[in-house]
């Protein structure tokens, strides 16, 4: 038996040398195309892997991603998919069958959308008043008013939604994207995560987790707040030739022991996480800096407005991870902050203004700089919210409990159709009725975005080929692709 | 369709053991409706559409429809098939796959068969089947005869050995001896083997020598502080309340984490340190009032120190929070997920507010456990944190300060006296200011309090702010005020002869306090539904089998929690011995013999080794549930003392399910830092008490010191031998993880951790490159081994090679090391010419003249301690 790994030298293009010549030189090769052709993946067993570019089975038009991710439950009723019947039979009673969560707390009484909705963009993209940013850019978006997962509980709905299946453990969407297609960029993990302040999101390290895949794919979680990644300076005695000896020396140990020890992956991604670590001291620290960002630019986001600072400075850094070649950011909320089962009234509102400005800014952003047509941007969460009320203790106490069987997400840029509403659920947004999309379809076609096949993009393990989407029937729905 | 063949193929073959191939409505239909249809068709009260589907003969029921549901040997006819066929079933949820579709067509085809009569009723909820009932972790342990395998004595490596001869497969080679011996001392102590330890075994020629280091390392008390560790994790330890943004402190926790420490340290039963964490305050005859017997006698106060294990979850309750019911409720949510993921390995917390969607475990279940805690906790006569601290003061203690406090009030009357009668004199000479006709009635208002004088007093009052003289007494006259501060500062002085007062913080009842339980719709506390009584799940009380019956105690505490701990401890509880071998197996090996350890139920994973499970499970028990004779026969196995190369199982079985080769793991956060400092020499040994503080640096990390922090200004000034102590004495504050170990995955406890991940990223890297706390041990590292030997730089490399690894350096590795620290040192020479040291400040002792030969060894050093054979225990 042989085991080779030799891949992990040829990533780097200069075994010996992490000095800034070198990187620049890098750099400009890679700008200018010179760098070696990108190879084709190899998804037959191997034991060595590696974030060098790849290409997919075939031409995608998105390169990068960007996950606005909202966990807890978006109402789409009061955000995307307006429902006249529901003002209508607003306090009467439901007159069809609920298919409930919480039977508990379930009321057949219609909570009609307290929000007014109105037409936006030449499509005319009915959205509510609580995204009036996202109204401007309604063009450039594809709304999916018809996702189902079926499953209603915020951890295996977010489990279908992030990493394909309702079972916890399994590789989340940015590994599978960077274990298929590598990075765009040495110097920045191919995977970055930006947390909120307030903490992870519930079920914390499952958004990110590379599952079974190689720990080359998971996720490198960033700081919500200053400094985002600690330890970027090297002592002052050491930047420089010193550091670069040392890692030039703890290389070679390490290659020796890995030697020692053939097939342990592990032990591989921690070599490549040095030579990573090292040009992050430099590359990360002017990605993750905004300072230099154009006021306007700021101002665009809402980085001048204290409601919505935090929210704009995560989104500026993304695109700015995403402008240095990094495939596939998250933007995570903290909790499950939009599972408004009480007070939807007002919680609401604080939600999305958190959010609306920084995420449409995202999009115009992104277009404005050339970087949409290849960078996919997407808003959602792992479910959404019922017709009905939940908790009937007075108006103001008002919420929405789980709803699986139809809600809403958008998307942006990368090849998806913008201005386009996709889907509708009946006529109360319970379920979807018009085209569903199920959460496999999503992501099969996500993946065709990015020119990989679904079925093709598979890894080995335990004897079997493992896929994003499985033997779950899934099909890319092509209607959302422009 | 051959696909769909061969699925319905495996999943017949699969479970049947010879038998017929025809399918039953037990075990292969049953658990596909339970999957899919049942939530609505039959576990509500009233089954939608009048469909139950719990059992084979509701079906025949006949339809509101008009349809028919079921017609045995004709699928095409059943109503079953054809809705979902149709895909109009089921509404809510996945569509049912083919494969699971073409199962129920076979079985109906069949002739729709159950494995045996059903029975006549079935109660509330949903209704256990045989086939849940015999799943595995169910079935009482029962010991299994060790096979006999040539080269396999001990009843460990046999039963590996049979798994792996099926697989063609066998043991690696023997590790080396340096190997194994780091590997065991690492992993029973979470310290590396000394170079004079690793000399030792290496030259003992005598039969015992592994033996020897085994019963060595057990022997020492680091044992306990590693080991403690891991039970510390599914406890949920932590030195904070957590639950609300203002994560306030837990200052007493302390005490909990070294009753474990020493618990492991002494070997102490598993039964008895189960029963101490479960019913601590009811096996010392403590109540909520009536403890002080307890806290006198030391044997009774650790069983009180023990129930801390039940005040491990997060509660907010004594801090601002939004929804003080739901904050209570929750402290008792979180906390019986600890209990029943730690000991009973069950999800049981999915039952709060619906029947369990995969396990046979009722909502009605959860309550019942509940039920079995509810007097200790009572959420409608909630105990906030700061009440459930028992002084540990003596009566003789507690007479003293009374004695004292008696006297300091005394003193402070006489403060207050004083203070009044300088104000009564000032004011004799201010009201003179005021115009006569005004004094008598501005007297009389000054002489009623506040609230009590009329409008007109208090206009008059107004009119004459000055004159009141009633406080600000060092506003008139400071002098005088320092008088009375004088006088109080007796007081004070007085009270700090006091006894220093200590706390244990337990969980107790209050005497003939036993509220109804109830259970909760959905889990929420404001919609009781009905009454239950304290009770084991349903699954694991067979009917020939009565798990606990509590009684109230002498103390008035009810005896729920008593009974129920002696129960789970009498050995004839499937699961518990089950899930804590486990869970030891785990930490030996990288991963338990089931690998799902907070889960043994239905979703869980299957045992790799049933045979080996329940054979350690039964040792274990029959042991008397002591821990150090099974770390004993299990890091003695072949298994254990094999080494990591194995190329037939690296190719045959990547994840090492068979254990035929030791697989590399990182080390835990805890020994990777604890091995740092002990290689530089600057561990500290000083065990138990109050934790070592941590502060947040101007970087933004969380590091041991002292929080010298202002609002604006983050500061952490060196805290001294406390920052160098054992990870296990650091302080967890939920909210601020400190940095080397949370960067190394230690866990954040919400409200605690079942498996810890192991993740490889970028940041640790930089941590390892560029943190103040691997720079100073390297340096650290680097003077101990000049100091060592400060003439011979060959003798100096290998001391330090042996330190970090236990193994001498190669000629190579020497020949490279010295190359490196010529270079290194050239740079940094000339680093140190261009940039030269500030000169000192005047009066300042000069600054000692570089050293770029001992930095260019700190950097050597810090690249030995980065380097994967430091990081890994392999």
């Known amino acids: ?482 | 369709m051959r696909l769909i063949t061969a699925i319905l193929f495996l999943s017949l073959a699969r479970e049947a053991h010879g038998e017929s191939p025809s399918l039953t409505f037990e075990k292969d239909v049953r658990p596909l409706l339970k999957a899919h249809c049942t939530l609505c068709h039959g576990d509500e009260e009233k089954p939608k559409a009048g469909v139950d589907l719990r059992l084979r003969r509701f079906m025949d029921a006949p339809l509101e429809s008009g349809a028919t549901l079921l017609v045995p040997g004709k699928p095409e006819l059943s109503e079953l098939v054809g809705i979902i066929a149709r895909g109009e079933m089921p509404k809510k949820g996945h569509a049912v796959p083919a494969h699971e579709l073409e199962i129920i067509r076979q079985w109906v085809a069949q002739g729709a068969k159950t494995a045996r009569p059903e029975p006549e009723s079935i109660g509330n909820g949903p209704h256990i089947t045989e086939e849940e009932r015999s799943h595995w972790s169910f079935q009482p342990v029962k010991r299994p005869a060790v096979p006999q395998v040539a080269g396999a004595p001990e009843p460990i490596d046999a039963f590996l050995a049979v798994a792996m001869q099926r697989e063609g497969l066998d043991f690696a080679p023997e590790a080396d001896r340096p190997t194994w011996i780091r590997r065991v001392a690492l992993d029973l102590t979470g310290l590396p083997p000394t170079p004079e330890e690793v000399a030792a075994f290496v030259a003992d020629a005598s039969p015992t020598a592994f033996e020897k280091v085994v019963d060595r390392l057990l022997a020492s008390p680091a044992y306990g502080e590693r080991w403690a560790r891991h039970w510390l994790d599914v406890a949920g330890y932590a030195d904070s309340n957590g639950y609300t943004e203002v994560d306030s402190a837990r200052p007493h926790a302390w005490r909990y984490r070294d009753y474990v420490i020493r618990a492991f340290n002494a070997d102490k039963p598993w039964d008895e340190f189960i029963r101490e964490q479960l019913a601590g305050d009811e096996l010392a005859g403590a109540t909520h009032a009536d403890y002080q017997a307890a806290v006198i006698d030391p044997k009774k106060l650790e069983q009180l120190t023990a129930t801390a294990f039940l005040r491990m979850a997060p509660d907010g309750t004594g801090d601002p929070n939004d929804d003080a019911k739901l904050a209570r409720n929750q402290v008792i949510a979180e906390q019986l997920k600890i209990v029943s993921s730690s000991l009973l390995g069950l999800t049981v917390s999915c039952a709060q507010c619906h029947d369990h969607r995969h396990d046979p475990i009722s909502q009605e279940d959860y309550y019942r456990l509940r039920a079995v805690f509810d007097p200790a906790y009572n959420w409608e006569a909630w105990r906030a944190p700061g009440q459930r601290l028992y002084s540990l003061y003596t009566p003789a203690e507690h007479a003293k300060a009374a004695e004292i406090e008696k006297a300091a009030a005394v003193i402070d009357a006489g403060a207050r006296e004083m203070s009044k009668k300088f104000l009564d004199e000032i004011f004799e000479v201010e009201i003179l200011k005021l115009p006569e006709a005004e004094r008598e009635p501005y007297r009389t208002a000054r002489a009623i309090v506040e609230k009590d004088r009329t409008p007109e007093q208090k206009t008059l009052i107004k009119k004459y702010p000055s004159a009141l003289a009633l406080y600000s007494l060092d506003l008139y006259d400071p002098k005088k005020q320092e008088q009375v501060n004088a006088k109080s500062a007796e007081a004070t002085k007085l009270r700090a002869t006091k006894p220093v007062q200590n706390f244990v913080m337990a969980l107790t009842e209050v005497k003939g306090q036993v509220p109804e339980s109830k259970l909760f719709n959905r889990g929420d506390q404001e919609q009781p539904v009905r009454t239950v009584t304290p009770g084991e799940l349903t699954i694991l009380s067979t009917p020939d089998i009565a798990p606990f019956q509590p009684a109230a105690l002498p103390s008035g505490s009810s005896g729920r929690r008593l009974a129920y701990a002696n129960w789970l401890t009498s050995g004839k509880h499937p699961l518990v011995a089950r899930v804590l071998v486990n869970r030891f197996w785990m930490h030996h090996f990288g991963r338990g013999l089931v690998n799902t350890p907070g889960d043994f139920g239905l979703s869980g994973e299957r045992p790799s080794h049933p045979g080996l499970l329940d054979w350690l499970a039964d040792e274990f028990v029959k042991g008397g549930w002591k821990l150090k004779p099974l770390h004993r026969s299990i890091v003695l196995s072949r298994a254990y003392r094999q080494s990591t190369a194995n190329p037939s199982s690296l190719q045959a079985d990547p994840e090492n399910r068979l254990l035929s080769r030791y697989k590399v793991r990182r080390l835990e956060a805890e020994p990777l830092r604890d091995s740092i400092l002990a290689a530089a020499g600057a561990l500290v040994d000083k065990p138990f008490g109050p934790p070592s503080t941590i502060a947040r640096d101007p970087a933004g990390r969380i590091v041991l010191g002292v929080d010298k922090g202002t609002i604006t200004k983050a500061e952490a000034a060196p805290g001294g031998e406390q920052d160098f102590r054992r990870s296990v004495y650091v302080e967890v504050r939920r909210s601020k993880p400190v940095t080397v170990l949370d960067t190394f995955d230690a866990p954040v406890m919400t409200p605690h951790c079942e498996l810890r991940p192991q993740t490889t990223v970028a940041p640790q890297s930089l941590l390892l490159m560029n943190d103040t706390f691997i720079l100073d041990n390297a340096r650290r590292l680097a003077d101990r081994v000049h100091r060592e030997f400060p003439d011979d730089e060959t003798a100096r490399l290998g001391r330090t090679w042996q330190l970090l690894y236990g193994q001498a350096p190669g000629e190579s590795d020497i020949a490279r090391a010295i190359s490196y620290l010529r270079l290194q040192t050239a740079t940094l020479t000339v680093h140190h010419a261009q940039n030269p040291p500030a000169a000192p400040a005047k009066g300042a002792a000069p600054l000692p003249a570089p050293d770029p030969a001992r930095e260019a060894l700190a950097s050597l050093c810090q690249v030995l301690l980065s380097s994967n054979r430091f990081l890994y225990l392999e």
């Open chain 1, 1 to 482: 038996m042989k085991y080779s790994f030799s891949g992990s030298r040829r990533h780097f293009l200069q075994a010996n040398s992490y000095g800034l010549g070198s990187l620049a030189l890098a750099s400009l090769l890679q700008k200018n195309g010179l760098l070696a052709a990108p190879v084709k993946p190899d998804l037959g067993p191997e034991t060595e892997y590696d974030l060098l570019p790849k290409q997919g089975h075939a031409p995608g038009q998105a390169k990068a991603m960007i996950s606005l991710f909202m966990m807890g439950g978006p109402s789409q009723m009061d955000l995307f998919d307006p429902k006249p019947m529901l003002t209508k039979y607003d306090g009467k009673n439901f007159p069809g069958e609920i298919k409930y969560d919480n039977l508990a707390q379930a009321s057949s009484k219609v909570f009609g959308s307290p929000w007014k909705f109105t037409k936006h963009g030449q499509c005319g993209m009915e959205l509510s008043e609580l995204l009036p940013h996202l109204g401007a850019v309604a063009d450039d978006i594809c709304l999916i008013r018809s996702m189902v997962s079926g499953v209603s509980n915020h951890a295996q709905g977010l489990y279908a939604v992030n990493s394909g299946r309702v079972t916890a453990g399994n590789p989340a969407l940015g590994s599978w994207l960077t274990y298929g297609l590598g990075c765009e960029t040495e110097d920045l993990p191919a995977y970055m995560v930006l947390s909120h302040p307030g903490g992870l999101p519930t079920f914390q390290g499952e958004h990110f987790t590379n599952g079974w895949l190689p720990a080359l794919y998971q996720g490198t979680v960033v700081r919500a707040t200053e400094p985002r990644i600690l330890n970027l300076d090297p002592p002052p005695t050491l930047a420089g030739d010193g550091q670069r000896r040392q890692l030039d020396l703890l290389r070679s140990l390490n290659e020796e022991h890995s030697s020692d020890h053939p097939g342990e992956l592990d032990l591989r991604a921690r070599i490549a996480s040095y030579e990573l670590a090292a040009k992050m001291q430099t590359a990360a620290k002017e990605a993750l800096d905004i300072s230099d960002e154009p006021e306007s630019v700021k101002k665009l986001y809402g980085v001048d407005d204290p409601k919505t600072r935090d929210y704009a400075t995560r989104c500026i850094i993304a695109r700015r991870l995403v402008e240095r070649g990094v495939r596939y950011v998250q933007v995570l909320n903290a909790g499950q902050s939009w599972d408004q089962h009480s007070a939807l009234i007002t919680a609401l509102p604080t939600n999305c203004g958190a959010v609306d400005q920084p995420s449409a800014a995202l999009v115009t952003d992104l277009k404005q700089r050339g970087l949409l047509d290849s960078t996919v941007v997407h808003w959602g969460g792992e479910m959404g919210r019922l017709p009905v009320l939940q908790n009937d203790a007075g108006r103001e106490k008002w919420g929405r409990d789980h709803n699986t069987f139809g809600f809403s997400q958008w998307v942006a840029g990368g090849g998806f159709k913008g201005g386009y509403v996709h889907g509708e659920t009946d006529e109360f947004g319970h379920k979807a009725v018009v085209d569903p999309v199920h959460h496999y379809d999503w992501h099969a076609t996500l993946l065709h975005a990015f020119g990989l096949d679904h079925q093709k993009l598979t890894y080995k393990r335990n004897g079997l080929a493992a896929s994003l989407t499985g033997d779950q029937g899934a099909k890319v729905v092509e209607q959302l692709l422009a």
